[in-house]
């Protein structure tokens, strides 16, 4: 079932101008139910979350040993030791969480932006029309810096809130304003279809190569021994 979303965007003259365009609300459905809550992100975390939930398991593992450890030797330390020892696996046990808990998020993200697509490039094309219209009224350096992805987003009504929260997540992490300065040729030739494909061309680059690409679960390779080196210099001085 397709639905109509409208936006209205003030023009450089002060008056204002409407863009409508129709989405899927089955596929805007389908994107919510993956990002409704943290338990929903963690059922879709796919290969990610074997991998999460196994490092969990192996750094609650080794500050509980820390831990029982400290209690079994409290004649050779101080008594406060044990609690000392349980604080601080708690933080790295939580601070691991909630690193694994945004990889996951990101990785589920992922597979949102594939259906964001047409919503995406329609913002692409609202921003190019408005960088545009700004340089027409010789507004070129406002124009160039001042388009916000995000403000177009949130201007869009009818857009549920969960998916203005996954946009505006990725426009968060994507240098509109530098992509539109990088386009900014093929835009100011006045073919606006042609700078819209442009620009989506160079945001999904940037999103796929810079964004979710480098979401790598190789920090844990540090994070654990890092754990480890903490407790027994803790256990050393105590």
Known sequence: MKEEIT?????????????????????????????????????????????????LIVIAIINLSFFIYSLFNLGDSKTYTP??????GLVFTFWYA????????????????????PILKKVCGIAVDTASNQAKNGDTKLAKAHVSATEIVNRINNLPYLVKKILIFLFNRIPFSSIINEAWEVINSGDNE???????????GYANNKVFNKNKFNWVLWYIPLNIIVLIVLLKLL
């Open 7 to 55: 936006l209205q965007l003030e023009t450089p003259n002060g008056k204002s101008k409407e863009y409508n365009f129709e989405v899927d609300n089955s596929a805007l459905q389908k994107l919510q139910a993956l990002l409704s809550s943290p338990l929903t992100v963690i059922k879709h975390g796919g290969k990610g979350l074997f991998k999460s939930i196994l490092a």
């Open 83 to 88: 609690i000392l020892v349980l604080l601080l």
């Open 98 to 117: 909630y690193k694994a808990y945004n990889y996951i998020y990101l990785n589920v993200t992922r597979e949102a932006f594939k259906g964001l697509a």
């Open 194 to 204: 042609k700078a819209t494909d442009v620009v989506y061309g160079k945001l999904s």
